[in-house]
Each structure stands twice: as C-alpha cells, then as structure tokens.
C-alpha cells in the first residue's frame, strides 16, 4: 500500500513539475558556471522552491544531478516537502544547514543528514581531497537505501567552501545499471564548474 501511494504521489507531483532541456552554457544562481555536452532536463517542483537545481537524464525517480550555488551562513541546504508530517510535539527535526567553517567531514555530513531527510538509510563509503569548481575541496561517494521502495542507490558528491559560501555538486542514481551507465554523462558537467565572482 505504501508503494502504490507514493507512486500516486510521484505521479501527481509529474503532472505539476516543470521540465526544460538545457544544454550548452548555463549559470547556477548566478554563481557557477558549467557546460553541457549531452542534454539535461532542469526540474522544477512547483510550490517547492529548493535552494538547489536538479536535473535528470531519465527521469526523477531514476536519476538526478544537484548543483548548490553559493549557499550562505546558516541557510539550509534543502526546504521542507509541501505537507511533510511534524511529529508529536509538534517541532520538526531541523534540516541540514550550512554554517561558515565548518569542517570538510561536516560539510559531507550535510549530505548525508540531506538525503536520510526522508527516512532513507544513507551510508558515506568514501570521503577524499578532489578540486570542484578550480577549488580544492571533498569529493564524497555514498549508498542509499531509498525508503519509498527499498531501491538501492549510489551516489558522489563535491563541496568547497570559497569566501565562507559552499559550492557543491551531488549526483544520484540505481546502483545496478543507472548510476554506471550515468556517471560519466554526470562527472563531464560537473568537471567544468567554476565559480564566478
């Protein structure tokens, strides 16, 4: 019963989501730069502004590319879900927030509280030194175990901090076939981010 909801629930959330192909040159936030040499389609939930923008090769529910842009002091990284339960006593739990000077293993926290917002089980395999966006930074490789529907996911990520801002990148998707078959298309995107200004 609780697969076939949230079925329902990802179908009507599809018929209100804006989709756009972008390629070529784009600016995240008015902050980061990238090139695109295959297509993307940028989703845009309505009523639920996220401080992130995601893109899909094939769809949400199989696939996204995050990107965060200059996120500041104290804002978080992700806005609650339009009618998302509050537990009893009526305070939610609060969600991930960046705060300045956080350090790199703090700044991969982030991303795992992110993606076990939703209950999901979240597992960081692997936290290393890379350059994102002509910055040095982390590059994080993580599993997760999506509570929806038990499908088993892979992900990796990038983060740097430039002028007390973070920048990031976070790319999602079914470990068997997808996230193998995805990742190049993902990582030559994010290989060309650089940040402006």
Not at 122 to 147: D, H, I, L, Q, W
Not at 150 to 177: I, N
Request: glycine residues 8%.
């Amino acid at each position: 019963m609780k697969k076939i909801l949230a079925l329902l629930l990802v179908s009507l959330l599809a018929a209100c989501t804006s989709i756009v192909k972008v390629e070529g040159d784009q600016v995240i936030n008015n902050r980061m730069a990238v090139k695109l040499t295959d297509a993307w389609n940028k989703v845009d939930l309505p009523g639920n502004k996220q401080p992130f923008d995601v893109w899909t090769q094939e769809g949400l529910t199989i696939d996204h590319l995050r990107f965060w842009a200059a996120v500041g002091n104290n804002q978080e990284m992700m806005k609650r879900p339009p009618g998302a339960s509050v537990p009893q006593g009526g305070k939610a739990a609060r969600l991930p927030t960046y705060v300045a000077g956080m350090q790199p293993d703090q700044l991969v926290s982030l991303f795992e509280n992110l993606y076990a917002a939703d209950g999901s089980i979240v597992t960081m395999n692997k936290v290393e030194p890379a350059v994102f966006a002509g910055e040095k930074g982390v590059r994080f490789e993580f599993s997760v175990t999506r509570k929806s529907d038990d499908v088993q996911l892979r992900g990796v990520g990038w983060v740097v901090v430039k002028k007390s801002e973070l920048f990031a990148a976070t790319f999602v998707a079914p470990r068997m076939s997808f996230f193998p078959r995805l990742l190049p298309k993902a990582e030559s995107v994010v290989k060309t981010a650089l940040i402006k200004g």
